[in-house]
């Protein structure tokens, strides 16, 4: 298991690499520039804006310094915010974000799981047929119809939450389920297919020959087995829901990163570009290491297979 842990984290420490590099590149290859404005300043002020930033310097020395200060962990002022650092924005705006992510992701499984096991074990009933058109609902209705049908019903006529904003825990209920249920949806779905498939396992026939009750059998028997294309599929949701949040967090006028995010690549702002790529490149490998861990955890022959 660790062999296979320090492996996989070797794997990732290049493709972060990688994926830094070509963002540093390409957004300095889209036209126009962080201090082209509707009003045009003065060539003598763009050179020294330039200047200032160290923008008047080739890709290749730019590249090079940005390099020698990720290796010191500042990412530089962002030059639409003035007087602010990347750092700053990012340590506040980062973990709203998370909190918004941590909450969906927590709901999903909940749902998800309870739902799909559920409609295994009810597989033949009208109950089973329903719950299994629900979560097919969650994967065709998109977060931005979902969204405004919740901000309707549960904070303009219910007057249960507020319709926006990100100041009390209750605030989190709505944009966090936006933004869950299309993955609870998905995550119902991978449980009940799993669920179904192992029912007819010679393991399953035994167990229930030796007199084990229907419960046991799930719990204990079908479920650890069930819930392994669950575990493949949680590493990639997870970082989707940490990183696909930008449509939920302009709708609910939440101050998290998937503003900042893209108001940043509007004004070519390239330091603030970068801290949120590598923010987000950091959640997305970091959960899909954990996924792959839990993975092996549940199933100890990937680990030996792997690591080899």
Sequence with gaps: MIRYFIRRLLEAVPVFIAIVTAVFFMVRFVPGGPFDRERPVSPETL????KYYGLDKSLCEQ?????KNLSRGELGPSYKYGGWSVNEILAEKAAVSLQL????LLIALALGLSAGFASAVLSKSKIGGALSGFSLLGICLPSFVLGPLLILVFALKLNAFNAMGWNAPSDAVLPSLTLAMFYAAWIARLARNGAIAETSRGYVRTAYAKGASRGR???VHIARNAIQPVVSYLGPAAAALLTGSFVVETIF???GLGRFFISSALDSDYTMIMGCVMIYSAFIIIFNLVSDL???AVNPRIASEMSK
């Design 294 to 296: 839990l993975l092996a």
């Design 47 to 50: 050179e020294a804006l330039n």
């Design 253 to 255: 006028q939440i101050p």
């Design 217 to 219: 059998v799930y719990l």
């Design 63 to 67: 590249y090079f310094s940005f390099l």
């Design 101 to 104: 992510g941590i909450c969906a």
